[in-house]
């Protein structure tokens, strides 16, 4: 029998539904919330993933703006223009997309955004305040997993999570995340990465496995426990002659045969990727709420 299907396009559309109710409450408060997205540089990527933010924005009723710089930008420049966004009241989030040109420093302009505006959570004082429990914002794609497992029925709590990958954005945040005390959370965490011998053995104990190591297909179905439930974080292309585009996508897991014997997975593409962008609307409102609150 082959596993559920987590749909995150479909749980990402209940959770937009709720935004927007949010967002129209904030504004028959008086507030709009506002999102400031800004782009360095021409790269076909960065262009299409600022596009999709400002197009969720904009269908969700958020105020949004695009300042889009040259690829020769310095440093100077770009943090000029985020001193002003952050004094801007009309913008209760800002966004820089990364990564940015090599002659900037993606750490320092991360740095420079308030951490009351900062709706990726990348901040160093957002961080921290993650791991001691008291988050401002929720970093974007880790809530995002945390969302798909609790709205279909999988809560962490209990359950032993094994996390391939420790990057910043998703694998260390979301090991933070799901070991916290309180509801969706409360679960054993281990992290796997490079430098773990017999990888297959730990993946094996998982009740719960999260891919996040970009590596095509690279958890086949002996990793993977019976009745596991698979969250797969990767995006990957590969090369494929019948496609139009001559390539197709696929996770960082073995989809075809892992879907036979996982109790529940999600799809790439249609799965954790539709989550991220929802999340970071989710942020957008809730620093329009703070800084509401505030005044």
């Known amino acids: 029998?082959?596993?559920?299907?987590?749909?995150?396009?479909?749980?990402?559309?209940?959770?937009?539904?709720e935004i927007a109710q949010k967002v129209r409450d904030l504004k028959e408060g008086g507030v709009t919330p506002g999102l400031s997205v800004v782009l360095v540089g021409?790269?076909?990527?960065?262009?299409?993933?600022?596009a999709g933010k400002a197009k969720a924005a904009q269908e969700l009723g958020i105020y949004e703006?695009?300042?889009?710089?040259?690829?020769?930008?310095?440093?100077?420049?770009?943090?000029?223009?985020?001193a002003k966004l952050n004094a801007d009241p009309k913008f209760h989030g800002i966004l820089v997309q990364l990564p940015l040109p090599c002659h900037i420093s993606g750490e320092k302009v991360t740095y420079s955004i308030l951490p009351s505006k900062d709706v990726d959570a990348f901040h160093?004082?957002?961080?921290?305040?993650?791991?001691?429990?008291?988050?401002?914002?929720?970093?974007?794609t880790p809530h995002g997993i945390q969302q798909l497992l609790v709205r279909s029925g999988y809560d962490p709590g209990g359950k032993h999570v094994?996390?391939?990958?420790?990057?910043?954005?998703?694998?260390?945040?979301?090991?933070?995340?799901?070991?916290?005390?309180?509801?969706?959370?409360?679960?054993?965490?281990t992290v796997c990465h490079t430098g773990t011998p017999n990888m297959p053995y730990i993946t094996h104990q998982a009740d719960i496995l999260v891919a996040s190591v970009g590596s095509p297909q690279l958890i086949k179905a002996?990793?993977?426990?019976?009745?596991?439930?698979?969250?797969?974080?990767?995006?990957?292309?590969?090369?494929?002659?019948?496609k139009k585009s001559g390539f197709?996508?696929?996770?960082?897991?073995?989809f075809e045969a892992v879907k036979e014997?996982?109790?529940?997975?999600?799809?790439?593409?249609g799965g954790v990727g539709p989550m991220t962008i929802t999340m970071l609307m989710l942020n957008v409102v809730k620093a329009a709420q703070d800084q509401m609150g505030k005044k």
């Open 248 to 254: 197709r996508l696929v996770g960082d897991v073995d």
């Open 1 to 17: 029998m082959s596993a559920k299907i987590i749909s995150g396009t479909q749980i990402g559309a209940e959770i937009r539904e």
């Open 222 to 242: 002996d990793m993977v426990k019976e009745g596991a439930v698979v969250i797969d974080v990767g995006v990957n292309r590969i090369e494929d002659a019948t």
């Open 65 to 82: 703006e695009t300042f889009i710089l040259p690829q020769q930008t310095t440093e100077a420049e770009l943090a000029a223009l985020i």
């Open 162 to 189: 094994v996390i391939c990958g420790r990057s910043n954005i998703v694998g260390k945040p979301l090991a933070v995340m799901l070991m916290q005390k309180g509801p969706g959370a409360n679960a054993t965490v």
């Open 42 to 50: 021409e790269d076909p990527a960065s262009v299409s993933y600022a």
């Open 124 to 140: 160093p004082v957002n961080v921290g305040r993650l791991l001691i429990g008291q988050p401002s914002f929720l970093p974007c």
């Open 261 to 269: 014997k996982a109790e529940a997975i999600t799809p790439v593409p």
